[in-house]
């Protein structure tokens, strides 16, 4: 009991004038106590085993070593996939950011006060995000069938949900006295938002696309196993082959242009600050 009350319950401070204030306690070790709990409970429900972790762990590096040294007889067949992966990569996250910006601005409580509009965009992207983008790139190949197509569909859908979450955020955290003063001097929402909203929300949007379509780079990668063409296409039939030194020469090339894309992205977004 006395540890219970050194813990939760709250200390009585006496100042110099004599009065006694109560200062709160800190929460930490409730929320410690919490997370230990959903840790126990998360081992127990999954069949964790930390035995098998270690005494199979080991197979791991066994199939890592079968990739090195890789195949670099096989790196002519890589750069078209690449390219696929690249194109739909870009193309994906142009569609999806553009799309974002309409819904986000409709998903704004400081710019629609319908609470009824709000409600159901809101609940359209969250329905959206919900999708993932191997569900979603299935789902296109039996809309535009098998290749790139259904790849750049499933990534714009992504990148659509995803922006359009963090925009909608952003224009709720801006200023809004200049948006307000443009209105009463008579100018219309639209004009009102290109000039007093769009200045302080385009550099944070910018960073996101940017940052997001160096996430779909890695994400396009893996979009062949369903059919969606790029790098994963020819991953996947390597993997099943269990042809290991070709994954790693495919390996090593993706991990190269994530850095390129990475690097680049960083450095535009630098410029954008």
């Known amino acids: 009991m006395e540890l ?9 401070l006496t100042l110099a004038n004599g ?3 109560e200062e709160k306690r800190s929460r930490t070790p409730f929320i410690l106590l919490l997370l230990l709990i959903a840790t126990v409970v998360s081992v127990r429900i999954t069949g964790f085993s930390l035995a098998t972790v270690i005494k199979r762990g080991n197979q791991f590096f066994v199939i890592l070593g079968q990739m090195f040294p890789p195949n670099t007889g096989y790196i002519g067949n890589i750069w ?32 629609i006060k319908n609470r009824i509009v709000l409600s159901i965009v809101r609940v359209f992207l969250s329905i959206v995000r919900t999708i993932p983008t191997l569900v979603a790139a299935l789902i296109a190949t039996y809309i535009w069938g098998l290749g790139t197509m259904a790849g750049t569909a499933a990534i ?5 949900a995803y922006v359009g979450k963090q925009l909608y955020e952003l224009i709720e955290t801006v200023d809004m006295g200049a948006y307000e003063a443009m209105e009463a001097m008579g100018a219309g929402k639209v004009y009102a938002f290109m000039t007093a909203v769009q200045p302080q929300v385009l550099p944070a949007y910018l960073s996101v696309c940017l940052f997001c379509l160096e996430g779909n780079v890695r994400y396009a990668a893996i979009l062949g196993y369903v059919g969606a063409g790029g790098l994963g296409l020819i991953l996947n ?6 042809e290991y030194d070709s994954v790693g020469m495919i390996l090593i090339i993706l991990f190269g242009t994530v850095l390129v894309m990475e690097a680049l992205s960083h450095f535009i977004r630098k410029k954008l600050t």
């Not at 714009?156 to 659509?160: G, I, L, N, P």
Request: aromatic share 12%; charged share 20%.
């Open 19 to 21: 009065k006694i204030i």
């Open 80 to 111: 078209g996939p690449l390219l696929d992966t690249i194109k739909m990569s870009l193309l994906g996250s142009f569609i999806g950011g553009v799309l974002a910006i309409p819904f986000a601005i409709a998903s704004s409580s400081n710019l």
């Open 156 to 160: 714009a859908v992504f990148t659509f």
């Open 237 to 242: 039939e390597k993997i099943g082959w269990r």
């Open 4 to 12: 219970y009350d050194k813990i939760f319950k709250p200390k009585k």
